[in-house]
């Protein structure tokens, strides 16, 4: 069965400082990965995803993820995070040829001024 | 605004009540997901519709809930026989089925069960 770890429940940093944010999986098979945020008040949004291909994948905002298969990791990093980064963030995995997600229990970024 | 809308946005609702929530997903986007959410976890999913078709429920959909999608466009999720535990936040996301794999999820309607 599949399931994904976010070990980090509150990652606090300070502005311009550079994050990681955590997540593991486990699956058996081949796994498509997400990150999906969500604002103060607003609904969960795709920030990357990984479907094959590059294991390095960016979004347009400065965030980037490297899957990792030997480890079974997903990590998300911004090398300079701003206030508007707040918010939190999930990670999630889709076994290949499955429709659904599975969501880690997410990670609250919170942007010390 | 196209973007995945859901009905109502809260509910409040006496234990025993049974209650309905609607979801409206992007135009033409044949895939339709109901999640649940509780505090401090992240989204599970609870059942997937292709068009019309409900091709998958999670064990977590207890004969209680029941979900439909008549005429593959909008999407209702019952609840009958509410139960405190049933308090949480029932998320729907919808995707074109185009090999995006990118599901678009509305913002959410919050049930709370007294």
Not at chain 1, 73 to 98: M, N, Q, W
Not at chain 2, 51 to 80: C, H, M, V, W, Y
Request: aromatic share 12%; hydrophobic share 30%; proline share 4%.
């Amino acid at each position: 069965a599949q399931s994904v770890t976010q070990l980090d429940s509150q990652v606090p940093v300070f502005e311009e400082a550079p994050v990681e944010l955590r997540c593991n999986y486990s699956s058996s098979v081949s796994v498509y990965l997400f990150w999906y945020v969500q604002y103060p008040n607003q609904g969960l949004q795709l920030l990357l995803k990984y479907l094959s291909g590059s294991t390095l994948v960016k979004s347009i905002n400065g965030f980037e993820a490297e899957f990792n298969k030997s480890q079974t990791s997903f990590h998300l990093r911004k090398p300079s995070v701003h206030i508007s980064d707040t918010a939190e963030y999930f990670c999630a995995v889709s076994e290949d040829g499955a429709n659904n997600l599975f969501f880690g229990t997410g990670t609250r970024l919170t942007v010390i001024p | 605004d196209t973007g995945v809308s859901q009905n109502p946005r809260h509910k409040i609702t006496k234990r025993g009540q049974n209650v309905t929530f609607r979801c409206d997903p992007i135009s033409e986007h044949n895939r339709l997901y109901w999640y649940r959410q509780t505090l401090g976890q992240g989204p599970e999913f609870l059942t997937y519709f292709q068009n019309e078709a409900q091709l998958e429920k999670s064990r977590l959909l207890s004969d209680r809930f029941s979900a439909e999608r008549p005429k593959g466009s909008f999407s209702t999720l019952e609840i009958q026989r509410t139960e405190q535990g049933d308090s949480a936040m029932y998320l729907c996301a919808s995707e074109g089925g185009t090999g995006s794999y990118e599901q678009y999820f509305g913002p959410g309607t919050r049930l709370t069960v007294t």
